[in-house]
């Protein structure tokens, strides 16, 4: 039995999304995967990434981080995206990189891949439900799986108990949820799919 590759593509500004990701990547570690953190590549200008400290002393702590890639995304059999939510949408950084995938998606080269998703708000009404729905509904296009946690652990609601993804609300002290737990149950889950998908096809080949 073939392990599963899983990337973990992330944007994140002052690096509640990063950890989302590094937790995610514990569980999928965890159940066995082959795992890659990948960021996306930052737009926003320099001057207004300098007028806040926090996201200006985050790029500084992940400019050795890798980039993720088209070629990433061939790679992966499972995908965990982690974004903070931009007026009830993804963020713009992510939304660019995954609008340059047509030629992946033109040659079915992201059919059948097993996705999942993470967010984050400064509020518990930010917009997050709707932030996912809206990056699932590009992964329909994909001819993704789509592999949401639902209710299939305890852990969910710890974090707030969104069944799209695990999300997260922040303030100036951080997390303020037990978002940890339901990152790793999420990402085993991810991988969980996957692995059925992955040799399940190569079984039937």
Not at 29 to 40: F, H, N, P, S, T
């Amino acid at each position: 039995m073939a392990n599963v590759n899983l990337a973990i593509i992330y944007y994140s500004a002052t690096g509640t999304n990063y950890q989302l990701s590094k937790w995610a990547a514990e569980g999928a570690q965890q159940a066995g995967a082959d795992v890659k953190i990948l960021k996306v590549k930052e737009l926003a200008p320099p001057e207004a990434i300098a007028q806040n400290p926090a996201w200006q002393a985050h790029v500084e702590a992940v400019k050795e981080e890798p980039e993720v890639s088209l070629a990433d995304l061939e790679w992966a059999d499972g995908i965990i995206f982690s974004v903070p939510t931009r007026y009830g949408v993804m963020a713009a950084q992510l939304k660019e990189f995954l609008d340059s995938t047509g030629g992946l998606w033109f040659n079915g080269k992201l059919a059948n891949k097993v996705v999942s998703a993470m967010t984050s708000a400064q509020n518990p009404h930010g917009g997050q439900e709707a932030t996912l729905l809206s990056l699932y509904t590009m992964m329909f296009h994909w001819g993704a799986i789509i592999a949401a946690p639902g209710y299939t652990d305890q852990v969910i609601f710890g974090a707030g108990g969104n069944p799209y993804g695990t999300s997260v609300t922040v303030n100036r002290e951080g997390i303020q949820n037990d978002a940890r737990e339901a990152a790793i149950h999420q990402a085993k889950r991810t991988v969980m799919v996957a692995n059925w998908v992955k040799n399940g096809l190569a079984g039937g080949q």
